[in-house]
């Protein structure tokens, strides 16, 4: 079970479930690889990583090494950093944050010499989440201010919405909740304004969690049905157990006991989510 954790948005707010549509593409993909040289291939082997790299780290790490040997060879050192940077992200997924700092440090080499600052806005994101999981939140705060930086500097929503919202993340665990606030709400603002589904869902869970660390129990409530409700619309099943857990644990503070064994029995029967803050 979840344990009060946050949702961390990482590159792409790629999320770790295979639909029928990504089946659909990863066959589309393996399918038209044999037949494809050069910057095709090096380009296809690296969209196939990046469909799996959450669901089978190890093989999406064979399709981006390929990738990256290839790019290598080519002298084409955009995709160079881009398997670079995406090795590291499966290195993080397994735990082994050194070798994910390693591949990200190598990526952001690349991408400042290409001034590539879109890549490098996401190479920043990547490495401060390494930096978070390793409890480092000095290091994480300044490669996520970094990335923030660029995305402003892009005018990137999508991007300011996900720096923004993983510096929340970084806060919380320093109980500088004023912060956490200003940040999860910048977040939130900006991907109601995108109508980014799991963006608005993943952000109003994680301002649900901050409020229940202050006691605050029916912002914890009020944020928290709104995820839920945001997670059941747009299916995403492994992500529930955060707001249920959420309410229940507000309703349990507030003696709402009822309302909080009903939360508790539904969220040990939802699926466990990835553990991802």
């Not at 799996?52 to 780290?57: E, L, P, R």
């Not at 600052?117 to 996401?122: D, G, K, L, R």
């Not at 919405?161 to 603002?189: P, T």
């Not at 963006?199 to 605050?216: C, P």
């Amino acid at each position: 079970m979840p344990s009060q954790k946050n949702i961390l948005l990482l590159l792409f707010l790629l999320l770790p479930i295979l639909s029928f549509s990504q089946d659909h593409i990863i066959d589309s993909l393996k399918k038209v690889l044999p037949s494809l040289e050069g910057e095709s291939k090096t380009q296809t082997l690296l969209k196939i990583c990046n469909e799996i790299k959450f669901q089978d780290a190890e093989t999406a790490r064979t399709y981006c090494q390929e990738a990256l040997e290839l790019s290598q060879s080519l002298n084409l050192e955009k995709w160079e950093g881009v398997a670079l940077q995406r090795i590291g992200v499966t290195y993080e997924g397994q735990g082994e944050y050194e070798k994910a700092l390693d591949y990200g440090n190598k990526a952001l080499t690349i991408f400042k010499k290409l001034n590539d600052s879109i890549e490098i806005a996401n190479t920043y994101n990547n490495i401060g989440i390494v930096f978070d999981q390793k409890g480092q939140n000095e290091k994480a705060l300044l490669q996520l201010f970094d990335a923030l930086k660029y995305y402003e500097a892009l005018g990137d929503k999508g991007g300011i919405a996900q720096a923004a919202n993983n510096i929340g993340i970084v806060y919380k665990k320093e109980k500088n909740y004023e912060k956490v606030i200003e940040y999860y709400k910048r977040s939130l603002a900006i991907y109601q304004e995108i109508n980014h589904g799991f963006g608005i869902a993943a952000t109003e869970v994680n301002i649900g969690s901050v409020f229940l660390d202050m006691k605050s129990y029916q912002a914890t409530i009020e944020y928290s049905e709104k995820a839920l409700k945001g997670f059941e619309k747009l299916n995403i099943q492994q992500y529930i157990p955060y707001a249920l857990e959420n309410l229940g644990l507000a309703h349990k503070n507030l003696k709402n006991y009822e309302l909080a064994e009903t939360y508790h029995c539904l969220l040990y029967t939802s699926p466990s989510p990835r553990d991802r803050g």
